[in-house]
């Protein structure tokens, strides 16, 4: 399964973006599905995950109740819906994989290419 992100772009505080994420390949609803975020000199770190059987669904402290993930199986397409935007959200936005049918905490071993976020205040 190959992930390509899409729909980042530059918005004021405040705003809304929504990401996505198309994969490629077989067998994407087997797969726990998440979105990491790297600023500038920083690690990468884990925003929001959502189970393969898009039952539950797990946020960081500093994104929870602004952000929201989904994922249509049918399309194969995994989403970002990010309101309320701050400037500490500026990043490059992830999308990842893990080990197929697994509870949480998963174990994400493949990333797509990133988008880029920029939210000025």
């Known amino acids: 399964v190959q992930l390509q992100a899409s729909g980042g772009g530059s918005v004021q505080a405040g705003d809304s973006l929504r990401l996505s994420c198309a994969a490629s390949?077989?067998?994407?609803?087997?797969?726990?599905m998440g979105w990491f975020r790297q600023a500038p000199g920083q690690e990468r770190y884990f925003v929001a995950a959502?189970?393969?059987?898009?039952?539950?669904?797990y946020y960081a402290d500093s994104v929870k109740g602004r952000f929201t993930i989904s994922r249509d199986n049918t399309r194969e397409t995994l989403y970002l819906q990010m309101n309320s935007l701050k400037a500490d959200d500026t990043a490059v936005y992830y999308c990842?994989?893990?080990?197929?049918?697994?509870?949480?905490?998963?174990?994400?071993?493949?990333w797509g290419q990133g988008t880029q976020v920029t939210v000025s205040s």
């Open positions: 959502i189970s393969w059987n898009d039952d539950s669904t």
């Open positions: 390949g077989r067998f994407f609803s087997s797969y726990p």
């Open positions: 990842a994989r893990a080990k197929p049918w697994t509870d949480y905490p998963y174990e994400f071993f493949s």
